[in-house]
């Protein structure tokens, strides 16, 4: 038996091979990192960087809802399975990531929230904490710095 990279996908994808007499069979197993089955919420109001952020979560492993206003992230807030991670934009055209968070936090959610936001003064992270936000990213965003977060609570929920 042989675990090889798959060539044929640029996906966290591997081959597993075994040999039975003179046949060959060929399995595809999907390599989900530790903490991959974490929910993240991105609501950012951009077109382009929700794409971007969707697609990096989602090559990193995660399941990923993206949202474009408060009030699609609010409902998103309600359907199951829960979610795990918020990570939100500050200015969002029907209201603010802070208000999003705010009511997350009143409802009981046990979120790891993320501000994401141009809005990047000391004066501007401490209102983000004191909305409920655990980390204050700016933009544009350290991916690294994004996925030690994530792994962090990858680690402390499993």
Not at 124 to 152: E, N
Request: with cysteine.
């Amino acid at each position: 038996m042989m675990l090889l990279p798959d060539q044929s996908s640029r996906s966290s994808k591997w081959l597993f091979r075994a040999w039975h007499g003179r046949t060959t069979a060929h399995f595809r197993i999907r390599y989900r990192p530790r903490g991959a089955d974490m929910r993240i919420l991105v609501v950012e109001d951009q077109q382009d960087t929700r794409q971007v952020l969707t697609g990096l979560l989602r090559r990193w492993g995660y399941d990923v809802f993206p949202a474009d206003s408060l009030k699609s992230g609010m409902d998103r807030l309600e359907t199951e399975p829960p979610i795990d991670v918020i990570l939100s934009d500050i200015g969002l055209p029907d209201g603010s990531g802070y208000a999003l968070v705010s009511e997350a936090r009143r409802r009981g959610k046990r979120v790891l929230a993320i501000a994401l936001s141009g809005y990047a003064y000391p004066s501007d992270v401490r209102i983000a904490k004191l909305a409920g936000f655990d980390h204050h990213l700016s933009k544009p965003c350290d991916c690294h710095y994004l996925h030690t977060i994530l792994q962090d609570r990858a680690r402390w929920t499993t």
